[in-house]
Nanobody, 115 residues
Framework: QVQLVESGGGLVQPGGSLRLACEAS????????MGWYRRAPGNQRELVAV???????DYGDSVKGRFTISRDNAKNTVYLQMNSLKPEDTAVYYC?????????WGKGTLVTVSS
C-alpha cells in the first residue's frame, strides 16, 4: 500500500508555470509507474504524464512539449513541471502510483489557469 499527497497547485496566469509535487509514504524506487492525471469540470479523467521505473515517460497529447514529469527517488517524490499553461489546463490534478496491479490515488490539487 502507498499513500500519496499532492502539493503545488494554485492560480496562475496563462503562459505561466507551476510545479506539482507528489510525495509517497514509501520508497518509489521500485514502483512500476507513477503518474499524473487530471479531471476538469464536466470532463473525464485524463492522463497527463506517467513515469516508469524502467526510466521511460509518456505524456498526454495536449501537454506534450509543455509538461515534464520527473522522479526524486531519494525524496520519494514525483514532480510535474508545467510550463506555458493554458486555461484549458485548469483541472484537479491527481497523483497515481501503480503497484502490483493496483492504482493508488492522492486526493488531488487544484490548478486554475486564468487571467
Amino acid at each position: 500500500q502507498v499513500q500519496l499527497v499532492e502539493s503545488g497547485g494554485g492560480l496562475v496566469q496563462p503562459g505561466g508555470s507551476l510545479r506539482l509535487a507528489c510525495e509517497a509514504s514509501r520508497s518509489i524506487f521500485s514502483i512500476t509507474a507513477m503518474g499524473w492525471y487530471r479531471r476538469a469540470p464536466g470532463n473525464q479523467r485524463e492522463l497527463v504524464a506517467v513515469s516508469r521505473s524502467a526510466g521511460s515517460a509518456d505524456y498526454g497529447d495536449s501537454v506534450k512539449g509543455r509538461f515534464t514529469i520527473s522522479r526524486d527517488n531519494a525524496k520519494n517524490t514525483v514532480y510535474l513541471q508545467m510550463n506555458s499553461l493554458k486555461p484549458e489546463d485548469t483541472a484537479v490534478y491527481y497523483c497515481d502510483a501503480f503497484v502490483t496491479g493496483i492504482h493508488y490515488w492522492g486526493k488531488g490539487t487544484l490548478v486554475t489557469v486564468s487571467s
